[in-house]
């Protein structure tokens, strides 16, 4: 069973940037992409990006391309998400998980206008 611990959120002004952390833990990570999710209040959860251990393909939604990079640290067992030009409508709570994975307690990320 794998398990994902958030971390790096924060209050940041319109146009900044934030990096995310996400720790993995688990016997199976090798075979699953890993993606970022968020969820914003009164929202339902939605897809953000994710990236496949192996080989490293990345997908993103559009509302964050070309602003979100997903990249991965195989030996570090760690997944990152660096945002930049940040929007208000990119405050949500942002968690990792893989399809059908459990998901941890999330990061804020709150973006002022």
């Known amino acids: 069973q794998l398990q994902f611990v958030e971390s790096g959120g924060g209050l940041v002004q319109s146009g900044g940037s934030l990096r995310l952390s996400c720790a993995v833990s688990?016997?199976?990570?090798?075979?699953?992409?890993i993606g970022w999710f968020r969820q914003a209040p009164g929202k339902e959860r939605e897809f953000v990006a994710g990236i496949r251990w192996i080989g490293g393909s990345t997908y993103y939604a559009d509302s964050v391309k070309g602003r979100f990079t997903i990249s991965r640290d195989n030996a570090k067992n760690t997944v990152y998400l660096q945002m930049s030009s940040l929007k208000p409508e990119d405050t949500a709570i942002y968690y990792c998980?893989?399809?059908?994975?459990?998901w941890g307690q999330g990061t804020q990320v709150t973006v002022s206008s």
């Open positions: 688990g016997t199976t990570k090798d075979l699953w992409p």
């Open positions: 998980s893989v399809a059908g994975g459990s």
